[in-house]
């Protein structure tokens, strides 16, 4: 389930919770929420950053061998060759 994150539409009207923003986990087939669940008034849904796997070093064709890949070069008469 993803985890989604909600902030008061009204800083001035939500509670600590929603004035901070909150993270819930859902269902993706939920509809968003409207009401903070705490205090009920207003919250939007937050676009937040998602969790890409970082890569610190370019893979070699080894790697991409034992990683699954098909590593093809491309060759003069424009057809590429599986190594």
């Given at each position: 389930?993803?985890?989604y994150e909600y902030?008061?539409?009204d800083p001035?009207?939500?509670c600590r919770s929603c004035r901070n923003g909150f993270e819930l986990r859902r269902p993706a087939d939920r509809e968003p929420l409207e009401v903070?669940?705490?205090?009920k008034s207003p919250v939007k849904k937050v676009i937040s950053k998602i969790n890409t796997p970082k890569i610190?070093?370019?893979?070699s064709?080894?790697?991409a061998k034992k990683a699954g890949f098909t590593i093809?070069?491309?060759?003069c008469d424009g057809n590429y060759e599986k190594l």
């Open positions: 389930m993803p985890i902030i008061a539409s001035e009207k939500g903070c669940p705490l205090c610190t070093k370019p893979m064709v080894t790697d093809l070069e491309k060759r």
